[in-house]
């Protein structure tokens, strides 16, 4: 799903209003109907609804819904937070509409009167602000965010939830926990990037006028994945296992023997026709007795269970013959490793994924990426990402993704709830799988056989990742429906990986 940005939105609006001529207030009449149409859904006769908003046009989308279900025979009372001088002109047209039916705007003060309409009320709209707020709430309106979020009542918001930077996700001293956010045309950033997210509830993107063509035209540089984004092609009847990659892991150290295995089987489970596990001496034994489909190679180690530099040159020569490389996963840390693995992306050709301590061993190095012999894919969550040198200081992790990635000609995959996926063009994913059931140790080590697997299988780098990572999450889901939140395990997840490939498998 391509998302628009703040400017972005209100170019089109303009663009629209202004060239093709159709009037802003059709635009905002349209808005506000599907706002009604949400907050209908959960108001019975009798019920009453209450809408607070601001002077902007995202107060004159509430107000007019609030004519709306007016003109449905419902209660509804309708706060404003400002000045009624300070009304939009489309804005004064919707009061015009809600007076006429017999409505009164009110002014909020923050009282215990009012507090306890709040707290009575089946439905609070939300229209403060919208997709326009840069600074953080204060006064009235971080007090009236504060009475919604203390009420019982279903919240519906009008385009973001008040509060929640639409760009960034960012929360500006508070936002609204919204039930459902009915937004318009397109959705935004701040709707899947935490920890904006959070409080969006459910995403309704609603048509309000502005033509197909328009909104499809849009460039964006920023999309989310959605269901019908991603799929695996299927496969034709006469190939063989060499058709669908070789996958070479290099992973593992004493007391972290289970990464290793971990990657390896989800590579198998993500399609890899062959797997090689290149692993520490000490560590062989151990993966010939784990794994039956993939196959262990036996690496010179250190003397205290870790990769040895002098493992370098049977890498190198298994790399090259090899689909991609893995490198990371239970690695450890030494100088050896580190170096052993800045000699592995100088030289390597093909496809490397840097996860785990692969990351770490770069941390202090990361010019290396920068002489890179090939593609690179890069796999932290957020302290791994830090030790590299992103900067997440501004709590805009979708930008701090982008900058990463376009600096240093690499793919991120910045992980954590609704991971992001950078690109060295500059374009960004979202992801909108996965949840809290995940949060286990081995589910990243999971996730970096399965990207390794689908590059291996010559899936276009930026295909392959955004499937892994959305097949990951929705087999966490699925795990967490099945098992709890509580008891899902990595290796479950790997086990769930064939369900979940199901529901995205390609016809053609």
């Given at each position: ?35 009604a ?99 953080e ?27 929640v ?19 318009f045309?397109m ?33 964006s ?18 190939t ?9 892991i ?46 262990p ?140 059931a ?5 589910s990243?080590?999971?996730l ?61």
């Amino acid at each position: 799903m391509k998302l628009s940005n703040s400017a972005q939105m209100r170019e089109m609006d303009a663009y629209v209003i202004k060239d093709l001529g159709i009037p802003g207030a059709t635009l905002m009449s349209n808005a506000a109907g599907h706002i009604a149409d949400a907050a209908m859904e959960y108001l019975t006769p009798g019920g009453a609804a209450v809408v607070v908003c601001g002077s902007g046009n995202n107060g004159g989308d509430g107000i007019g819904a609030a004519a709306c279900l007016l003109e449905n025979g419902l209660s509804v009372r309708v706060f404003l937070i400002g000045s009624e001088e300070k009304l939009t002109p489309d804005s004064r047209e919707m009061l015009r509409r809600f007076n006429a039916l017999g409505g009164s705007l009110e002014y909020f003060t923050g009282s215990d009167e009012h507090e306890s309409i709040f707290c009575s009320s089946d439905v609070i709209i939300d229209a403060m602000f919208g997709i326009g707020l840069n600074s953080e709430l204060r006064d009235e309106t971080l007090l009236a965010v504060q009475m919604i979020n203390s009420s019982q009542a279903r919240v519906i918001s009008a385009d973001i939830p008040s509060g929640v930077h639409a760009d960034t996700g960012k929360i500006l001293g508070d936002a609204v926990y919204a039930d459902v956010t009915v937004t318009f045309s397109m959705a935004k950033p701040g709707h899947f990037v935490e920890p904006g997210c959070t409080r969006c509830g459910e995403v309704r993107v609603c048509d309000i006028g502005i033509p197909r063509d328009i909104i499809d035209d849009a460039e964006s540089h920023v999309f989310a994945t959605m269901p019908e984004d991603v799929f695996l092609p299927q496969r034709r009847p006469d190939t063989h296992k060499g058709d669908y990659g070789r996958c070479l892991i290099i992973a593992g150290s004493v007391g972290y023997s289970g990464a290793p295995a971990l990657s390896a089987r989800a590579a198998s489970r993500m399609g890899a026709g062959l797997v090689y596990l290149g692993v520490p001496a000490p560590l062989y034994d151990i993966m010939a007795v784990k794994l039956d489909e993939e196959m262990p190679i036996l690496l010179p180690d250190d003397g205290f269970g870790r990769l040895a530099a002098n493992a370098g040159g049977e890498i190198l020569r298994r790399a090259d013959s090899c689909d991609v490389c893995l490198i990371g996963p239970g690695l450890g840390g030494s100088p050896e490793i580190t170096e052993l693995v800045m000699s592995v992306i100088r030289i390597v050709k093909t496809p490397i994924v840097l996860d785990a301590d692969g990351l770490n061993a770069i941390a202090g190095n990361i010019d290396i990426l920068d002489q890179a012999a090939g593609p690179l894919v890069l796999t932290p969550h957020p302290g791994e990402f830090m030790r590299l040198g992103g900067d997440l200081s501004s709590g805009d992790r979708l930008r701090a993704a982008r900058e990463f990635a376009y600096e240093h000609g690499c793919t991120l995959v910045l992980k954590g709830h609704r991971t992001i996926i950078a690109y060295p063009d500059g374009m960004a994913i979202i992801n909108t799988t996965g949840g809290p059931a995940m949060a286990k140790a081995g589910s990243g080590d999971v996730l970096a056989g399965m990207i390794a697997a689908l590059i291996g299988q010559k899936l276009a780098i930026a295909d392959a990742v955004s499937t892994a990572v959305y097949l990951h999450g929705l087999a966490g889901d699925m795990c967490a429906d099945e098992y709890g939140e509580y008891s899902v395990t990595a290796s479950d997840i790997t086990a769930m990986l064939p369900y979940a490939a199901k529901t995205v498998m390609s016809c053609q």
